[in-house]
Nanobody, 121 residues
């Protein structure tokens, strides 16, 4: 089992930047593909970005070119660098761990508690 704790959320203005972190503990972090998902009020949790064990990224079209996912296996930490943020990026952001390199939330076995990101216009 792996435990995940997100941090770094907050209030940011449109066009600004924010970096989210996800600290992992428990089973070997490098054994998992990792992903970021987000959930806005009244909406389903949606895919944002994923990264394979070896560091290959994948992005949702809505964030491509603005967000960057990365991982530091030595520090057991996942990151999401968010640049040029927009009001529609406002959501609770969750990191997840999966046995599969996947964009589908149902493939993720473990989740953190989430961190709120609010983008003001």
């Amino acid at each position: 089992q792996v435990q995940l704790v997100e941090s770094g959320g907050g209030l940011v203005q449109t066009g600004g930047s924010l970096r989210l972190s996800c600290a992992a503990s428990g089973r070997t972090f490098s054994n998992y593909a990792m992903g970021w998902f987000r959930q806005a009020p009244g909406k389903e949790r949606e895919f944002v970005a994923a990264i394979s064990w070896g560091g290959v990224p994948a992005y949702a079209d809505s964030v491509k070119g603005r967000f960057t996912i990365s991982r530091d296996n030595a520090k057991n930490t996942l990151y999401l660098q968010m640049n040029s943020v927009k009001p529609e990026d406002t959501a609770v952001y969750y990191c997840g761990a999966s046995d599969f390199y996947s964009v589908h939330r149902n493939d993720y076995n473990y989740w953190g508690q989430g961190t709120q990101v609010t983008v003001s216009s």
